[in-house]
C-alpha cells in the first residue's frame, strides 16, 4: 500500500512539473500559497521523499511482493 501511496505522489509531482515546464503554472503553489509558503514546502518534500522510494521500485524483483501468510 505505502508503495502505490508513493508511486501516485510521484505521479502528481510529475504532472505539476510538466505544468510548471508547459505553462510556468505550478498547481502546488497555487493551492497553498506561494512556492514559499511552509505548507508548499511540505508538499514538495513528502512528493520529493516519494519520488526517492519509488526509486527502490525499480531494484525490486516479482519474488520480493509475495505475501506468505503464517
Known sequence: MFDKICLL???????NWGLVGLFRFDLVAWIFGGSDAILSRIIYTVIALAGIWCISLLFRSEDDNIVVAD
Open 9 to 15: 505522489l510521484s505521479i502528481i509531482g510529475s504532472l
